[in-house]
Structure formats: structure tokens, C-alpha cells
């Protein structure tokens, strides 16, 4: 059994890391800010677990984050905390400069101080684990793939803080010899994702009998990771990464924006057709093309496979049926994250 510090574990993907993580038998000192998308429910199952410890609290809180360090002595920290949502990074960004650089900031300095006290055995094993996105590499051709070679060319607000805090973890490790490792995923879907994500806002939407908003031509291409198989991936990095390397995580899985929010409508109208027979195809809407949006992502994972032995689970068939039938059986999950200023909308149109 290992102890984790565990950031933005509240979230969806790191919600997902920590109840693979706990059920695996680990413990973990799990720090969240509860934002918007941070939501406790995720983790009800593990009420009264004494090997998960829950901490609202913030990673830009240095004397928080250096008590839990002392307190818990984690062997590694693992950073899911972030401000992730492109849309809103369009309408405000400030939010996503704070957590994504300056705290990611914050916190590598409260690993190094850590690190630099362990004893020797400790500091062989000890670990700084930051999850970032695809999103870092900009926009691809109709041909290739993202390695790990690929350069930066960030486009959005959101993309680029990550960017920023994924150089500030390669620069802890070159500057002062902290173990790190960096992952870099394509688009996760699954289980406790917020709802203003495209799969999950196209579940409800559906299901309400709205218009269901797709971007543009709706030919925007991305690579499709269910998230049980991501924090597998996580997890195996973790274990066995070779430290200051990257690793690419995706599912194998491109597909255009139409098809995904097509494949949606006919799961849900097999499991639930409208009373009126129609089916809810005919209920998508084109709208405004966001700024700065991205034609295309693809992740080249075969480093992580090669390396690591790791390989997704479930193809993009079997992880939508999967996520529509969560969907549909937790809708009292899905009430209990929406409030009065959330209605289900697109946003980051970047109005002024």
C-alpha cells in the first residue's frame, strides 16, 4: 500500500483516478477546491473509507499543501487539478492563468522542499506525476499524429496554461532533480464527467428534447479516451515511467464531432425513443464556430504501449454504450451538479 496526495480529486478524471486508486488498495489524501466541477458526490461510495482523506483546499495554498506533505508523507503527488473546460477559458481566462500555471507552480515548490528533506530511500522512490492534455500541441493536418516530439503550438486560453505548467514540471526536473513524469491525453469521456462537456451535454440534451449544439460543420476530429483506461494509464506511469519522461495516453478512437453526437442519438433512442417516434438525430443544431478551435487531434500512444504494456480496454463502441447507460441510470447525479446558472449551454463563443 502506497499514499497519494492526489489534486483536483474531485473532478471527473481525478474522481475517476481516486476510486480506481482506493479500490487498488492505496491510500489517498485527496485535495480539491470544489469549484464548479468538483463535485463530492463523485466520491460518495468511499464516505467513511479510512483510506481516503478529503481536503478542500486549494494548490495554491503553500501552507496547506506543505501541512499535507508532512502530515501524510505521500510517495508521490499526482496533479489533476486544473481549470479544463476551453470554452470557458475563452469567456475568462484569468481563472486558468491562477490554477494552471501559478499553482502548478505552487505546488512544484512544495514538492521540491518536500523531496529535498526525504531520506534517500524515500527520495528513490518519490514521484511528481502532472496530467496534461493534447490539447498542448495545437492542431493537426488530416494526416499524422501527437507524439511526444511534437512542439507546442497551443490555441486557446486553456491549452495554453497547460502548456505553460507542463514546462514549469519538465524545468523542476532538469533545474532541481525532481522525479516527475507528464502525461498527455486526448478527450476523456465516461462516468462524473460535468456536464457541459460535449458527450454528457449531448446525453441531456437528448434526453430533455432540446436542440443539441454542435460546432461549426461538426467536422472537428478528436481522439476519444474513456477514462477508466486514461487513469489505468495514469496509474501504470506512476508505476514504472521512466522519470522526466512524457507519456502520450489515447484511445485509438478518431472521430468527427457529428459522428460522436450521432452515435449518441441512436444509443439513447435504442434505450429510450422520443414518444413521438422521431429519432433524436433530427434534434442537432449547427451554431457559431468557437475561436481558435482546433480541426483535428490524434494521439500516438505507442511509446506508452512499447514502454509500459499499457493498451485501452474498450473500443469507442463499447465506451459510448458504456457512458450513455451510467448516464441514463444517474440522472439524480447529474440534478444534484446542475444549478441555476448552469442551463446546459455552449459557451466560449468569445462574445465582447
Known sequence: MSTLLVTGGAGFIGGNFVLQQVAAGHRVINL????????????????????????????????????????????????????????????????????????????????????????????????FLHVSTDEVYGSLGEQGRFSEQSPYAPNSPYSASKAAS???????????????????????????????????????????????????????????LFVGDHCRAIARVLEAGRIGEVYNVGGDAERENIEVVNTLCALIDARVPRADGAPRASQITYVTDRPGHDRRYAIDASKLKSELGWAPSRSFEQGMAETVDWYLANQAWVQRVLDGSYRLERIGRGDV
Open 32 to 127: 480539491d477546491a470544489l469549484t464548479y466541477a468538483g463535485n463530492r458526490d463523485t466520491l460518495a461510495s468511499l464516505d467513511g473509507n479510512p483510506q481516503h482523506v478529503f481536503v478542500q483546499g486549494d494548490i495554491g495554498d503553500r501552507s496547506l499543501i506543505d501541512r499535507l506533505l508532512s502530515e501524510h508523507r505521500p510517495e508521490a503527488i499526482v496533479n489533476f487539478a486544473a481549470e479544463s473546460h476551453v470554452d470557458r477559458s475563452i469567456d475568462g481566462p484569468g481563472a486558468f492563468i491562477q490554477t494552471n500555471i501559478v499553482g502548478t507552480f505552487n505546488l512544484l515548490e512544495a514538492a521540491r522542499g518536500y523531496f529535498g528533506a526525504l531520506d534517500a530511500a524515500a527520495r528513490a522512490g518519490f514521484r
Open 166 to 224: 507542463d514546462h514549469l514540471v519538465r524545468a523542476y526536473h532538469h533545474t532541481y532533480g525532481l522525479p516527475v513524469l507528464t502525461t498527455n491525453c486526448s478527450n476523456n469521456y465516461g462516468p462524473y464527467q460535468f456536464p457541459e462537456k460535449l458527450i454528457p451535454l449531448i446525453i441531456q440534451r437528448a434526453m430533455a428534447g432540446e436542440p443539441l449544439p454542435v460546432y461549426g460543420d461538426g467536422r472537428n476530429i478528436r481522439d476519444w
